[in-house]
């Protein structure tokens, strides 16, 4: 497992979300208070943002704990972006390890985060890769379940699916293979879809409008609020919406060309 989060709103110094809260991810990478699966999250942190007039995020991404970066501190004072996503790892057993099996995952204008885990990987998820042209296939940038979800997904968005649609088909397709835990988080650096499927997911709007989701609460603050389980979130700058998920049928290479 996992802890993700992303921040849309008003610019900020990426120390305030990522370094600063009592128990944002830094406090989460070694002692998360919601995580159910899972101890710690040390195999490797990352951070992806925006800069204004650009829609192509940056990321940084470390294999080891975020504690043990020296150079974070000065980096998480000094960039200011209006959307954040970030992550700290705990790696599946299989999965491969390094700087590229870290979240955020990127393409484009998107950054993409999976908090959870695929039981039977990879044998129990060839379904989802055979939706994928080979050459997509060969793209993958790691070894890891995340990976493979995050290629799906982004197969669907070069597509034109919307983000909380694409998150969601992938998701339910994910999960009508094997029990999965599939909290997945995406966004464009002006909006933001994610799912509660398995494990905790929060949400945070200020009274400026800017929005913090998570995988638990980074404060012990009065205006959180817990995503239900099996349930998509879409939000951005005019507010958020929260569907309940349910069960598609199955999908072939074909469907995925639609």
């Avoid at 944002?24 to 002692?31: E, F, H, M």
């Avoid at 995580?35 to 294999?63: F, I, S």
Wanted: negative net charge.
């Amino acid at each position: 497992m996992c802890r993700h989060f992303a921040y849309l709103g008003r610019p900020v110094a990426l120390r305030s979300v990522l370094l600063d809260p009592p128990f944002g991810p830094l406090r989460q990478s070694w002692a998360p208070r919601l995580q159910r699966h899972g101890t710690v999250n040390v195999d490797g942190y990352g951070v992806g943002w925006y800069a204004e007039g650009d829609e192509r995020p940056a990321r940084y991404r470390r294999e080891g704990p975020i504690w043990a970066d020296g150079d974070l501190v000065d980096l998480a004072r000094v960039v200011r972006s209006h959307a954040v996503l970030g992550a700290v790892r705990s790696a599946t057993p299989g999965c491969a390890p390094g700087s590229q099996a870290v979240a955020p995952f990127g393409a484009g204008r998107w950054l993409f985060s999976h908090n959870g885990a695929l039981p039977g990987w990879p044998r129990a998820f060839e379904p989802l890769a055979e939706l994928l042209p080979v050459s997509e296939l060969l793209e993958i940038e790691s070894r890891t379940d995340s990976a493979l979800l995050w290629a799906v997904v982004l197969n669907r968005l070069r597509a034109g699916v919307e983000l909380g649609a694409a998150l969601s088909e992938v998701c339910l397709l994910a999960a009508g293979l094997a029990d999965a835990r599939l909290n997945l988080l995406v966004t464009d650096g002006s909006s933001l879809a994610a799912t509660a499927w398995g494990d905790t997911l929060f949400q945070r709007r200020d009274a400026d409008g800017s929005l913090l989701v998570a995988s638990e609460p980074f404060d012990d603050g009065p205006d959180w609020s817990e995503v239900p389980d099996r349930t998509l979130l879409v939000a951005d700058a005019a507010g958020s919406t929260l569907t309940p998920l349910a069960p598609i049928g199955p999908r072939t290479r074909e469907d995925a060309k639609q």
